[in-house]
């Protein structure tokens, strides 16, 4: 069916279907790596790209194809590429849009390995990188050298929550001829869509909001213009970060329920933050929600929702936040984030560990910041937990 003039909770249950053999409801998980040719004429059409039948399974897939598509329809993209994880997205968008001698300006709170990559790895290969606190425009005009060519941001910010002002971005890089480049994981295109706000390149690690139920990992990337889109999709495939068949289908069977995940998510975001802004052990909060979010305003203007990701910070410091994470009963102590269950973690010793404690401090991750991934439970229960929880502190 095609779905481009239908509503977004339409687009998220038929964007992407495709018409096979049996006329299965779903799409089918084609689990092969490789293609059969109807002769040797049709073999060497598909290479030549005189016919688009599939070859092999890094280049495309059936169901593959039908996750890309999904997404780049749900983000008002050209075209969708599919890879094995966030990161597999992130470092296929860095290796295609950067050489030797180029500069990339990004989000300083990023997601810890998203930095490193660039500070320990990319830098071998003459990459140049800075990191700016991205909130503030100033500071990105402020790092532009001649030879910068991608201004990646991270909106709000895993885990500070800072909101960086995406069309602000885009004159700007379209002023210095820059790519803009965002990482769209904490909203999903639900609740934020930064190409129509003026991005040229949006990624996700599908591991979080977009899969939703912490069974899988996976990445994506979608672009404005076919000109980026290839440059991408040529290096993804030639790194070998291809998404997996069937992890393209289990990202397809939890991206149907993206819309009722969130608003349930972010409605018991609400009520949690508003018990936690006012908890006696509880020193600072940042929840986009909140009035006292620094970018409240913005948040309201640029998202359609403030979302279910917070950060806190405990009167007691790390040791108060420890002895938290150490009793919570329900919440589960773990990494990543945007799942039906609520999550607790440390960022400062555990996602952002590999960023120096310098760096980590100049971006805003202190020490006694803790975050929190609200889940699909019953938000009483969540509070019930956190109250328990910080009885013991
Ligand atoms: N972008 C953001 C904003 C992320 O939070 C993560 C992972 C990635 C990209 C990378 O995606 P992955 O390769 O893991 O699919 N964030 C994690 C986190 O905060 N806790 O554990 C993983």
Redesign the pocket.
């Known amino acids: 069916m095609n779905t481009k003039n239908k509503g977004f909770n339409t687009k998220l249950i038929h964007a992407g279907e495709i018409e096979e053999p049996y006329g299965s409801a779903t799409v089918p998980i084609y689990q092969t790596s490789t293609f059969r040719f109807k002769n040797a004429k049709h073999g060497a059409d598909c290479f030549s790209g005189k016919s688009d039948g599939y070859i092999y399974t890094r280049l495309a897939n059936p169901t593959i194809r039908a996750f890309e598509q999904s997404i780049a329809e749900l983000e008002n993209a050209y075209d969708g590429i599919a890879t094995s994880?966030?990161?597999?997205?992130?470092t296929s968008v860095y290796m295609a849009l950067l050489g030797a001698g180029d500069h990339i300006i990004s989000t300083g709170a990023?997601?810890g390995?998203?930095r490193g990559v660039l500070e320990f790895d990319l830098s071998r290969f003459g990459v140049e990188s800075s990191f700016v606190n991205t909130s503030d425009i100033e500071n990105i005009i402020a790092a532009i050298k001649p030879n910068t060519r991608v201004l990646y941001i991270?909106t709000p910010a895993?885990?500070t929550m800072e909101i960086t002002d995406i069309l602000a971005c885009a004159e700007i890089a379209r002023k210095h001829n820059l790519l803009l480049v965002v990482?769209n994981?904490?909203c999903s295109p639900y609740l934020q869509k930064p190409l129509d706000l003026g991005a040229d390149v949006v990624?996700?690690?599908?591991?979080?909001f977009i899969n939703g139920h912490a069974d899988i990992?996976?990445?994506v990337i979608v672009t404005k213009e076919p000109r980026v889109y290839k440059k991408v999709r040529h290096m993804m495939t030639y790194m070998g970060c291809n998404m997996d068949p069937t992890q393209a289908y289990m990202a397809l069977r939890g991206l149907k329920t993206l819309a009722l995940r969130i608003e349930r998510a972010q409605n018991n975001a609400l009520c949690l933050a508003e018990f936690i802004q006012f908890h006696p052990k509880v020193s600072w909060i940042k929840y986009p929600g909140l009035s006292s979010h620094p970018q409240y305003a913005l948040a309201r203007k640029q998202m359609d929702g403030p979302g279910s990701m917070m950060s806190f910070g405990l009167k007691g410091g790390f040791k108060a936040g420890e002895k938290l994470m150490d009793n919570v009963r329900l919440a589960i102590l773990a990494?990543?984030?945007g799942g039906v269950e609520t999550l607790i973690?440390h960022?400062a010793s555990?996602?952002h560990a590999a960023v120096s404690r310098k760096h980590k401090l100049a971006a805003g991750i202190s020490d006694d910041l803790v975050?929190l991934s609200v889940g699909i439970e019953d938000v009483d229960d969540i509070i019930e937990d956190l109250k328990q929880a910080l009885n013991h502190v």
């Open positions: 994880s966030g990161m597999g997205a992130i990023v997601y390995p998203a991270e895993n885990p990482d994981t904490f990624l996700h690690s599908v591991t979080k990992v996976g990445g990494v990543s984030l973690q960022p555990m996602t975050r």
